[in-house]
């Protein structure tokens, strides 16, 4: 691995820390807040706790995907070695001939990426989940102020009506 490989990977790996380790506390501030009373209506309530348990998940998965990517350098070595054996192989024209702990190895980082590449997904699927639930909540709380406005219009042109003819 080259020294910008390194560097690169391991400013992932801190910033995927500590994005992972801020949202997890703000989080974990928000489920306290919770327990307190608050003027929060129900479906309020249950919406920021739902918001948090996700945002929580995510943030667990930030941790065990930065816990990947670190481990990864100890594999790097090795597989550039293999690839390196391969390509010589190749340019000599015969076939790269593997021992058997080199195709253990070979299966071995061809499931440690795609675990890697899954619990990436599980971040998407979790932010794509947590946006859609702020659409819909959003779309509820601007149905319920225009029902609130309506209504309260409707009240305010009786009252004028009322006025206008004569009544009080």
Request: glycine share 4%.
């Amino acid at each position: 691995m080259t020294p910008k490989q390194i560097f690169f990977g391991a400013s992932l790996v801190v910033v995927l820390v500590a994005m992972a380790c801020y949202f997890a506390w703000r989080q974990i501030q928000a489920l306290r807040t919770l327990r307190r009373p608050n003027e929060l209506s129900p479906a309020d309530r249950s919406y920021v706790l739902y918001q948090a348990w996700r945002r929580l998940a995510c943030s667990v998965l930030m941790l065990v995907l930065a816990v990947l990517l670190a481990t990864s350098f100890f594999l790097e070595g090795p597989a550039e070695t293999l690839a390196a054996q391969g390509e010589a192989a190749r340019e000599r024209g015969v076939a790269p001939k593997l021992d058997p702990s080199q195709v253990q190895f070979l299966d071995l980082y061809r499931n440690y990426w795609i675990i890697v590449l899954l619990v990436l997904l599980a971040i998407i699927v979790l932010a794509a989940w947590d946006y859609l639930a702020i659409w819909r909540f959003g779309q509820q709380q601007y149905r319920q102020l225009q029902r609130d406005r309506r209504t309260m219009i409707e009240n305010e042109l009786a009252r004028l009506r009322s006025q206008r003819n004569g009544h009080n």
